[in-house]
């Protein structure tokens, strides 16, 4: 399905997964390190997930915010979303990730804000580029 892109923006990296990947204007720049649990050596710096994760929380609460009108539900100020991102084998062969997001919206009803996450999720770029190729889990605390 086409895409009417209105923003670009690129990235970088070397070393793969224990190197650094860094945005063509330089507002991302991060050092990457295996994790201990993946074989590295762990320590200070970030990976493929952990981006994932911050783009994902960041996302879902954009469209949660683009959503709210529409849903009738206004996002708090002091909303968040929360990714965790898992990284395992899968049966199949190869790799994959799962996503479990978790919302917050204080003094939201809580089938309000459970309707407004589902809504905001059909509309998240993050979730369409995933639906159907990652185990995703919804959550309102």
Same mark, same amino acid.
């Given at each position: ?87 395992? %084998? ?15 919206? %204080? ?35």
């Amino acid at each position: 399905m086409p895409v009417d892109v209105i923003y670009k923006t690129k990235a970088a990296a070397t070393g793969g997964r224990d190197g650094s990947a860094r945005s063509e204007d330089g507002s991302v720049d991060v050092k990457l390190v295996v994790p201990k649990e993946m074989g590295g050596p762990g320590g200070e710096g970030a990976n493929p997930e952990k981006l994932f994760a911050a783009g994902s929380s960041a996302c879902v609460l954009g469209a949660m915010k683009a959503v709210s009108g529409k849903e009738g539900v206004r996002v708090p100020a002091d909303a968040t979303v929360t990714a965790e991102v898992g990284f395992g %084998p899968r049966s199949e062969g190869g790799y994959g990730i799962t996503v479990d997001l978790t919302a917050s919206l %204080p003094g939201v009803e809580r089938a309000d804000a459970e309707r407004l996450v589902h809504a905001a999720h059909q509309v998240c770029p993050y979730s369409t580029a995933t639906r159907g190729n990652v185990d995703v889990g919804l959550t309102v605390a």
